[in-house]
């Protein structure tokens, strides 16, 4: 189930690199009236991912920062990576590396939606973006759509983390300076309480899952099995166990450097609930 991960990891460290020659003021751009990384994210991206023409078998993670998009991610690739398994019988002569595309929609240049049309199906898909922000497509034609959602006080906290490690974003001397920022609109991806009350709209959606970090936490397999379901994604036991064993936080944890490169001890930093840090 390994897929190549180059282009992700130069990616970030392109950005990482990029970052650190900024100032703080320019880590962030606004583009309708939300906050994103300068050096991941382009007003040319997001004019271009208006037009991006969602597949109706595409699967797609949507989740707000820090609420366990990467463990989702690594559950969902291995999940598409069974289904294409099953239900391709080709042989093609284009290789892992160049049908790799980093599944966030709003990262990477403008020209990626082009190349993601020759990414085989089922395609995963992730994003950050609140629902309005996303290309109408993805409504449109059904995307099947699991949304992640955690408590609130443990993804500030491990945002607040993950700002401080991370060049691409603006980084916080305290708590309370983070935590003003968090509480409003001057967050980068927004405002969290907005985020969910936006996506509350579609919840109820029949393409739409939503599952929460805690309960996927509290009991991965049944998580694994339920997200299976939805997808409409059958699994041997075998193949059950493999997802279950390759998505925990110690398995996840020991592989981060071939999948997250530099930032991997960023990424996965303690894999469990947060205490707030004083000041």
Known sequence: MEKSRKKFNDLVEKAETAACTMRRDELLFSYNGILYPTTLCSPETFRALESFEARSDDIMLAAYPKC???????????????????????????????????????FGDAERYERMTKLPSPRFIASHLHPENLPKSI????????????????VATSFYHFSNGLATLPSYETWDDFFTDFMSKRMVWGCYFEYLSQWNKYADEE??????????????????????????????EEELQLVVERSSFQAMKKNSQKTHGAIGDIVFRKGRKLQVVQR
Do not use: C, H
């Open 139 to 154: 409504f449109k034609n059904k995307v099947k759509i699991l949304l992640l959602i955690r408590n609130p006080k443990d």
């Open 207 to 236: 393409n739409v899952m939503t599952i929460t970090y805690e309960e996927l936490k509290e009991n991965r397999l049944l998580g694994v099995k339920k997200i299976a379901a939805f997808l409409g994604i059958s699994l041997t």
């Open 68 to 106: 366990g998009t990467n463990w989702l991610s690594q559950i969902l690739t291995d999940l598409v990576t069974v289904s294409q398994k099953k239900t391709q019988d080709r042989e093609s002569s284009v290789n892992d590396e160049e049908l790799e595309e980093f599944p966030y929609l709003e």
